[in-house]
């Protein structure tokens, strides 16, 4: 007999079980075939992360093509590395103008981290990590007031309001990303004063965020030379940082309100499943329970690594 459901995790056996929507009141484990099939699915991303290195070794030069467009067609979809802090895959590169930074994540809570609080790129020409004249790019930057309300979490498994047949999903999805990520905060640039630039800025700072068609995640950033104080003819590495910022739960959003409001006012920067509470109102104390606990405490946890680089001539 077959059966047909969708599975959950039963944590008093710490077992897979299945839901028979022939039979509702009937549950059945998983058969061992379809354990195995889950262990080779996780084992094969393991795999694929392992072949790569956790920090990017080579210099590489940018395609002639290359395009901030949120695309990664003229990388053949390949990077560099693939970072266990920050669980995401790049490639840093260089034409003779211009730094480029590449970032994928086929994780949709790592994606919805980058969106919901943005990528922090760091560059210190010094060679030293904690140079405090080294210039930062962080894209995307929203309004954390408007926000829930405005792009929620993005679930790849429940469309919502997406649902138009006339557009496809992925379509509809990126186009209200970036009618929402508008700015880029940028520091340690002289000849740049207003720390909140427009993404159609004059500086000729580029940047690009898109889901593609296989529902990864594809973030782009270009950085003029010029903004660096560096050239192409440098041939002493480059120290860069790359970091996810934590997403900012805050009570206080908007004044006035109870724990009950408050609790409720933090849940729409999390995915289903992750519960957060307010515990102290007044001190801004709250607490992440639920299944996904775990997943919510990386959310809005800063995660970030350092690297060098030298410019490809």
Same mark, same amino acid.
């Given at each position: 007999?077959?059966?047909? =459901?969708?599975?959950?995790?039963?944590?008093?056996?710490?077992?897979? !079980?299945?839901?028979?929507?022939?039979?509702?009141?009937?549950?059945?484990?998983?058969?061992?075939?379809?354990?195995?099939?889950? #262990?080779?699915?996780?084992?094969?991303?393991?795999?694929?992360?392992?072949?790569?290195?956790?920090?990017?070794?080579?210099?590489?030069?940018? +395609?002639? $093509?290359? @395009?901030?467009? =949120? @695309?990664?067609?003229?990388?053949?979809?390949? &990077?560099?590395?693939?970072?266990?802090?920050?669980?995401? &895959?790049?490639?840093?590169?260089?034409? $003779?103008?211009?730094?480029?930074? *590449?970032?994928?994540?086929?994780?949709?809570? #790592?994606?919805?981290? %980058?969106?919901?609080?943005?990528? *922090?790129?760091?560059?210190?020409?010094?060679?030293?990590?904690?140079?405090?004249?080294?210039?930062?790019?962080?894209? +995307?930057?929203?309004?954390?007031?408007?926000?829930?309300?405005? !792009?929620?979490?993005?679930?790849?498994?429940?469309?919502?309001?997406?649902?138009? +047949?006339?557009?496809?999903?992925?379509?509809?999805?990126?186009?209200?990303?970036?009618?929402?990520?508008?700015?880029? @905060?940028?520091?340690?640039?002289?000849? #740049?004063? /207003?720390?909140?630039?427009? %993404?159609? $800025?004059?500086? =000729?700072? @580029?940047?690009?965020?898109? &889901? /593609?068609?296989?529902?990864?995640?594809?973030?782009?950033?270009?950085?003029?030379?010029?903004?660096?104080?560096?050239?192409?003819?440098?041939?002493? +590495?480059?120290?860069?940082? %790359?970091?996810? $910022?934590?997403?900012?739960?805050?009570?206080?959003?908007?004044?006035?309100?109870?724990?009950?409001?408050?609790?409720?006012?933090?849940?729409?920067?999390?995915?289903?499943? %992750?519960?957060?509470?307010?515990?102290?109102?007044?001190?801004?104390?709250?607490? #992440?329970?639920?299944? *996904?606990?775990?997943?919510?405490?990386? !959310?809005?946890?800063? *995660?970030? &690594?350092? =690297?060098?680089?030298?410019?490809?001539?």
């Amino acid at each position: 007999m077959d059966y047909f =459901g969708r599975f959950y995790f039963d944590t008093s056996i710490n077992q897979y !079980l299945v839901y028979s929507q022939k039979f509702p009141d009937m549950k059945k484990r998983i058969s061992a075939s379809f354990k195995l099939l889950l #262990i080779g699915v996780l084992f094969s991303f393991t795999t694929i992360a392992q072949k790569f290195p956790n920090v990017q070794e080579k210099s590489m030069r940018a +395609p002639a $093509n290359i @395009k901030v467009d =949120g @695309k990664t067609t003229e990388w053949s979809n390949q &990077f560099q590395a693939y970072n266990k802090a920050t669980e995401i &895959f790049y490639t840093i590169s260089n034409d $003779n103008d211009k730094l480029y930074l *590449t970032v994928k994540t086929t994780d949709l809570d #790592i994606a919805n981290k %980058i969106i919901s609080a943005g990528l *922090t790129f760091t560059i210190n020409g010094s060679g030293k990590m904690k140079d405090q004249d080294g210039m930062t790019v962080t894209f +995307p930057v929203l309004d954390r007031l408007k926000f829930p309300s405005q !792009l929620p979490p993005v679930d790849l498994d429940n469309q919502g309001k997406y649902k138009d +047949p006339k557009v496809p999903f992925i379509t509809a999805l990126n186009k209200d990303l970036n009618s929402q990520a508008k700015d880029i @905060k940028v520091t340690g640039i002289k000849e #740049i004063q /207003d720390p909140i630039i427009s %993404i159609y $800025n004059p500086y =000729g700072i @580029k940047v690009a965020t898109l &889901f /593609d068609e296989e529902k990864a995640f594809i973030y782009e950033l270009s950085i003029p030379f010029k903004y660096l104080g560096l050239s192409i003819a440098e041939s002493k +590495p480059v120290v860069y940082n %790359i970091k996810l $910022n934590g997403i900012i739960l805050d009570p206080r959003m908007p004044v006035g309100l109870d724990k009950v409001s408050a609790t409720s006012h933090l849940r729409p920067y999390l995915r289903k499943g %992750i519960k957060p509470r307010v515990v102290d109102l007044a001190n801004y104390i709250y607490a #992440i329970e639920g299944p *996904t606990g775990d997943i919510a405490t990386s !959310l809005i946890s800063p *995660t970030n &690594f350092w =690297g060098e680089y030298i410019f490809a001539k």
